[in-house]
């Protein structure tokens, strides 16, 4: 019921503002200025629904999965940018001006007021530019921090562009009650970004961790360990992640989300799985410990706590293994008595972490470029092996997780619902999209 209950939370507040406006509003006019009033709302609320979103708020994500809030934050986004788009074009006709003798309070007629158009204007096109920077930012050459604070400044700006705009051009935002509900729906959204950038690190500063251990996987892969220092640590869930920011201020952009693939059985102290991939994560190898951290979390609902299925399929592909490893050493740590099956694949050999620790028994390794001499599977994980590996039974009855590169995980996740599987015993946590 939680997903049901957010949802019902997420559209009386993305609504509540047009059906406010409505019972406060003039007398009617024509169809189309009555949409484009009703568009423009509708996309100013869901813009500042976005910062609830991208927020990190725990009882979201953790009830439905970091992925689907961001892709739900991803959808909307463009939604509003549609509405907010289409909206100015559909006053097209409409009188604009000051007061005149048959409309003294302006309700029928648009401002020509040049501020109030000019935030608008502003906000029109900061926003399709903020969108669009978001779905190419893997395209484009710049750093990850740098395009997260432009992102956060500029829907920011967009906010309080939108906010004057509204208030002083609206013909619905100039009512009384309707100021005090933007400016309360501006000042929670602003809000949460404060929490973000300010509360969050200020927490953070006085819970640090310090760099245990660094010690190289594969060639390209590493396993970072972080202990707390001078506190209890972190009380987490196997599968789940953290952010990460080693060797910089807690206020500092400098944070990158990582799967957790230690235990919570095994004590407080937390490891991470890396492959060098970006610019933080190629210098993993040269971080000394005793290196100053701090973590931000956990986030995720990648978990079999709780779960009542008699068996637990994991599925990874690459660095995927980290957060089903740390689920694979939860079980085994408290002796978890459901049976559990690991499949685990790469592109070579060399690519292949934790095998002495994860053995054979029960574990399927998978290569696409094997050598001469490989005994293992061969190929990719596809609908042939899923079959070859699970039994009619076990679909439908044991709980499968996965995690990997999104074509694999759309190849399985289709597959196994074309077996039988019921949706709720699918868990996948996925961030890219575009």
């Not at 976005?50 to 990190?56: A, V, Y």
């Not at 959808?75 to 549609?82: C, E, G, K, Y």
């Not at 007061?99 to 309700?107: A, T, V």
């Not at 972190?234 to 992640?241: P, V």
Request: with cysteine; net charge negative.
């Amino acid at each position: 019921m939680k997903p049901f209950y957010l949802i019902v939370v997420y559209l009386g507040a993305v609504t509540l503002p047009l059906i406010l406006s409505a019972a406060v509003g003039g007398p009617q006019r024509e169809w189309h200025q009555e949409l484009a009033s009703g568009l423009g709302i509708l996309a100013f609320s869901m813009i500042l629904m976005e910062f609830i979103l991208s927020g990190r708020f725990k009882a979201i994500s953790n009830g439905v999965g970091m992925d689907v809030t961001m892709r739900f934050h991803q959808i909307m986004a463009r939604t509003a940018l549609v509405f907010a788009l289409v909206h100015p074009f559909l006053y097209q006709e409409t009188p604009s001006g000051g007061p005149r003798p048959w409309d003294p309070s302006r309700e029928l007629t648009l401002t020509t007021d040049f501020s109030a158009i000019l935030s608008g204007i502003g906000a029109f096109l900061l926003l399709p530019s903020l969108v669009l920077l978001a779905i190419g930012r893997t395209q484009l050459d710049y750093k990850y921090e740098t395009w997260r604070l432009m992102h956060g400044v500029g829907a920011l700006l967009i906010a309080l562009l939108l906010l004057h705009h509204t208030v002083y051009g609206g013909r619905y935002g100039s009512e009384p009650v309707m100021t005090w509900v933007w400016l309360a729906m501006t000042g929670v959204a602003v809000g949460s970004l404060l929490m973000v950038y300010l509360w969050v690190p200020l927490q953070q500063k006085a819970r640090a961790w310090r760099v245990a251990s660094v010690n190289q996987l594969t060639p390209k892969q590493w396993e970072l360990s972080v202990e707390p220092e001078g506190h209890a640590g972190l009380d987490y869930k196997a599968g789940q992640f953290l952010w990460l920011n080693v060797g910089h201020s807690p206020f500092s952009l400098k944070e990158n989300p990582f799967s957790i693939c230690s235990a919570p059985a095994e004590g407080p102290r937390v490891s991470f799985m890396i492959k060098e991939l970006g610019d933080f994560t190629r210098t993993v190898g040269q971080i000394e410990p005793g290196t100053l951290a701090y973590v931000d979390g956990p986030y995720g609902n990648l978990t079999v706590d709780g779960r009542a299925e008699p068996g637990v399929a994991l599925i990874a592909g690459g660095v995927g293994l980290a957060p089903l490893l740390g689920i694979l050493r939860q079980m085994r740590a408290t002796n978890d008595p459901r049976k559990v099956r690991l499949i685990y694949g790469n592109r070579v050999i060399d690519q292949i972490a934790y095998r002495e620790e994860l053995g054979t028994e029960d574990v399927v390794y998978v290569l696409s470029e094997p050598p001469d001499n490989w005994e293992g599977e061969t190929g990719f994980i596809d609908g042939a092996l899923i079959d070859r590996v699970f039994s009619e039974e076990e679909f439908s009855e044991w709980l499968f997780v996965m995690c990997g590169p999104a074509p694999m995980m759309d190849v399985v996740e289709d597959h196994l619902i074309k077996r039988g599987t019921p949706s709720r015993h699918i868990l996948s946590e996925r961030f890219s999209y575009d």
